[in-house]
């Protein structure tokens, strides 16, 4: 059972309560007739769970390999692609994702073009693991509906919109990319299809 008071389709979460502005709404997702999910770290609630950095154990059935986070999936991922046994091993061995997200930034015979190709796909298949694992996560992620999933960091305009949760909403023509959303939007998709088959 979901703790009371957290986010579902009818009582919108973010900084604001009020529905977007028909006037504006053309220049939203159409599917996000609610306000957007905003979240960043993962002690905020309530959705820090969306975070990378949020604990949540899962494993890898290609491997067999547990993780303690997206975060480490993520960083250990980069060191894998690139051959760094030495780097995969130091980043499995430390719980801390602040810890994992610098080992992730040493990773030897680094290349950023061959790692853009694929980056995305593989932080959507540690959210798809993530929450297909964790049947608590799931319901949460699947609460939020249809609604736009935004990584309100300030610091990051790839994987966030390059805005805090205050500035966001009304900054939104100057939104970086926010793939980390994105992401958690396409593995909320796959977790949808995949219930609604069996």
Known sequence: ??????CDETSPCGTTNELI???GR???NKKSIRPPVLFHREYEEPHGYLSQWYISSFTDPSTGQTYNCAEQYMMHQKAVFRHDDSTAASILATPFPKDQKALGRCVAN???DAWDEIKEKVVEEGSYLKFSQNKELRERLLLTGERELVEASASDRVWGVGFN???ALSRREEWGTNLLGKCLMKARERIK???SSN
Do not use: F, I, V
């Not at 059972?1 to 957290?6: F, H, N, S, Y």
């Open 1 to 6: 059972m979901l703790d009371a008071g957290r």
């Open 21 to 23: 502005p028909s006037r």
């Open 26 to 28: 053309e220049k939203h």
């Open 110 to 112: 680094w290349d950023d």
């Open 165 to 167: 949760a205050k500035e």
């Open 193 to 195: 299809k995949g219930m």
